[in-house]
């Protein structure tokens, strides 16, 4: 009993090295070598024939979990994640401040790296103190009143809805539950293959087709990989440039989140990497993007400062302008007329923040 008992874990292990061994599970082993891997296998008496037929189906069930998702199957994904989670928490009844959020997020979307989803982004405001947000495949995001409640300015907003947006956008979801999915396919076979009681068996199976709904309780608890997340503050970062947000708000926001004391929002902090870690990370991107944001300042002003040069030039025939309006004057115009246009903007972000965080 005991030599059986050993032969089985050798045929368990061989056959979880089998399937985890990335040419076997891609889509371009052929079944020549497999055949021959089974062939040998039989001879050298690791597998019964009955085993062999398992690894060949086991082989082709990878070859199928691991092709690419199309949007359709990616949509119907995100829809049933959307379920699940709003099966958990009810969604916040304030049109105004969905209308609001998802203004912002729609803008952030249109500079993401997916900005064109066929079904749109669609971002949900769920009712619930706890500090949680779900980055759904298919453009679903949901977040919590909790989570919004730590965000000081429409900045701040805006870096917290870039970096769940991206989550979605780079396809972070799909990959987490490919991945999930692969583990369930090896516990099943290696189940079959040892033998396991139907009873185990069943409970497998059982678990292979809860997939989607562990997946929420996955990235609930455990959020995404470390990588996943870094990725998604850079992402993050490109957007809020892109949209003329404050990359800076991006820190503040995790500054808030290392700083606070309530349980509820160190949950939420848990599922991400070391705060020092992201934050060092993101101070590297932000000093890129400020000197191309300077050099692009620079540019616009030597521009507009030649373009008022040739006009001066037309109309009194001199090449250069009038001693009281030098180049450097020219160029602090520029600076004066930058400022004037900007300052506007900035105000009206702060006063249409103001009056939504009122029904946060």
């Known amino acids: 009993m005991h030599r059986v008992a050993v032969r089985s874990r050798i045929v368990a292990v061989s056959l979880a090295v089998f399937l985890a061994a990335s ?60 379920a699940a989670v709003l099966s958990q928490y009810p969604v916040y009844n304030q049109p105004e401040l969905t209308a609001y959020v998802n203004k912002i997020g729609q803008g952030l979307a249109f500079f993401s790296a997916r900005p064109l989803l066929p079904q749109g982004y669609h971002i949900l405001i769920l009712d619930s103190e706890e500090a949680h947000a779900f980055a759904a495949p298919g453009g679903f995001v949901l977040i919590t009143r909790g989570l919004l409640k730590l965000t000081t300015s429409e900045d701040m907003l805006a870096a917290l809805l870039a970096h769940e947006i991206s989550h979605s956008a780079l396809g972070h979801g799909l990959v987490s539950l490919a991945s999930y999915r692969m583990g369930d396919l090896a516990m099943y076979y290696a189940a079959l293959s040892t033998q396991q009681a139907n009873a185990d068996n069943k409970e497998t199976a059982a678990l292979l087709s809860a997939a989607v709904h562990d997946f929420v309780s996955l990235i609930s608890v455990q959020g995404y990989s470390q990588a996943m997340e870094f990725e998604a503050d850079a992402e993050a970062m490109r957007m809020l440039y892109e949209t003329g947000y404050r990359n800076a708000a991006l820190e503040d926001f995790i500054h808030m989140l290392a700083g606070s004391q309530d349980e509820r929002i160190q949950q939420y902090s848990v599922q991400h990497p070391l705060p020092a870690e992201r934050l060092t990370r993101i101070s590297v991107i932000g000093q890129q993007y400020a000197q191309a944001a300077a050099r692009a300042v620079r540019l616009q002003r030597s521009r507009k400062a030649a373009s008022l040069l040739r006009v001066e030039s037309e109309s009194t025939g001199i090449g250069y302008p009038a001693a009281e309006r030098s180049v450097f004057g020219l160029e602090a115009e520029t600076g004066s007329s930058e400022a004037m246009r900007v300052a506007p903007l900035e105000l009206i972000r702060r006063e249409r923040f103001g009056a939504m965080r009122r029904l946060f």
């Not at 076997?24 to 021959?36: G, H, K, W, Y």
Request: a negative charge.
């Open 23 to 82: 040419p076997f599970v891609s889509c371009t082993v052929s079944p020549e070598a497999l055949q021959l891997f089974l062939n040998q296998a039989l001879l050298q008496g690791m597998i019964t024939p009955e085993q062999a037929r398992l690894i060949r189906e086991a082989a082709l069930s990878f070859q199928n979990e691991s092709r690419p998702f199309t949007y359709e199957e990616e949509y119907a994904i995100g829809r049933v994640v959307a």
